[in-house]
Nanobody
Framework: QVQLVESGGGLVQAGDSLRLSCVAAEGTFRNYAMGWFRQAPGKEREFVAA???????RYADSVKGRCTISRDNAKNTVYLQMNSVKPEDTAVYYC??????????????????WGQGTQVTVSS
């Protein structure tokens, strides 16, 4: 079991920026691929971004060019920098672990450990 704790969410205005963080209480963090997902009320959880152990990244089309995923293995932390946020970005954001560190998967079922989520609300 890997414990993940997200932070950095909040209420922002459209066009603002914010950075989400996810800290893993796990010494082998560097071996994992990490993903960010989000879930809006009444909708299914959807993929946002992923980063593998070598730093390669993948993004959903809806956030490409506005979001950047990064990781700091020394701090067991993965980040999601969100710029030019839109009201449709409003959701609970979750980070998750894919134990196959080389993968850049977008499916919810590919990830085995999840954080509790952090709320992001974007006002228009």
């Amino acid at each position: 079991q890997v414990q993940l704790v997200e932070s950095g969410g909040g209420l922002v205005q459209a066009g603002d920026s914010l950075r989400l963080s996810c800290v893993a209480a796990e010494g082998t963090f560097r071996n994992y691929a990490m993903g960010w997902f989000r879930q809006a009320p009444g909708k299914e959880r959807e993929f946002v971004a992923a980063i593998n152990w070598s730093g390669n990244t993948r993004y959903a089309d809806s956030v490409k060019g506005r979001c950047t995923i990064s990781r700091d293995n020394a701090k067991n932390t993965v980040y999601l920098q969100m710029n030019s946020v839109k009201p449709e970005d409003t959701a609970v954001y979750y980070c998750a672990v894919n134990r196959l560190g080389y993968q850049l998967r977008s499916g919810v079922s590919e990830y085995v450990y999840w954080g509790q989520g952090t709320q992001v609300t974007v006002s228009s």
